[in-house]
């Protein structure tokens, strides 16, 4: 993992898909599975890592993050299919 950013999506059991950023994805991951996380992800365990990326410095990660929760779910889902590197660019041409 890079020091800087990055943007992940995890996916609940119920499908329900969550977009956060962080500088370490497996410590956040390990909060939101043991409830310490996000309140929207608590009890709706098992998560699972969908996709990650680079995301730069905070002030970047965060308009990703804003960028990626406007996106409808279908949207999120191709995202997720593409698993793209450049987030940026894919948010440009299908976003």
Do not use: F
């Not at 390990?30 to 996000?38: F, L």
């Amino acid at each position: 993992m890079s020091e800087g950013w990055q943007l992940y999506m995890v996916q609940t059991a119920a499908g329900v898909l969550y977009t956060g950023i962080s500088t370490d994805v497996a410590r956040r991951l390990e909060q939101h599975q043991s409830g310490r996380g996000a309140r929207a992800l608590r009890g709706k365990g098992p998560l699972a890592l969908v996709y990650r990326c680079d995301a730069g410095d905070r002030a970047a990660a965060s308009r990703l993050e804003y960028r990626v929760k406007q996106l409808s779910r279908q949207q999120k889902l191709r995202l997720v299919a593409h698993q793209p590197a450049c987030l940026a660019s894919w948010l440009t041409q299908n976003g």
